[in-house]
């Protein structure tokens, strides 16, 4: 009887799935939107400058995580 490729990956080693599962993710990352690495750069650099011309402020992560629900 012929394995299948999934069967085939599902007996690899956890740290060559895990490998194999990251390449898959990013493959399928890139092919979504060719330019979102450069827009994630537009927008950091507007969240940056608006953080710096004081448009925004930050919390303080303690009041942040105190937010958090306990897990």
């Known amino acids: 009887m012929k394995t299948t490729f999934t069967e085939q990956a599902l007996q ?5 799935r895990a490998r ?4 898959l993710i990013q493959s399928l990352d890139t092919a979504s939107d060719p330019d979102a690495a450069q827009q994630w750069d537009a927008e950091i650099a507007r969240r940056v400058d608006d ?4 448009r925004v402020r930050g919390i303080p992560s303690a009041k942040v995580f105190a ?5």
Do not use: D, S
């Open 12 to 16: 690899m080693p956890v740290a060559r």
């Open 20 to 23: 194999l599962a990251h390449m």
């Open 51 to 54: 953080i710096h011309k004081g």
């Open 67 to 71: 937010r958090l629900p306990r897990r």
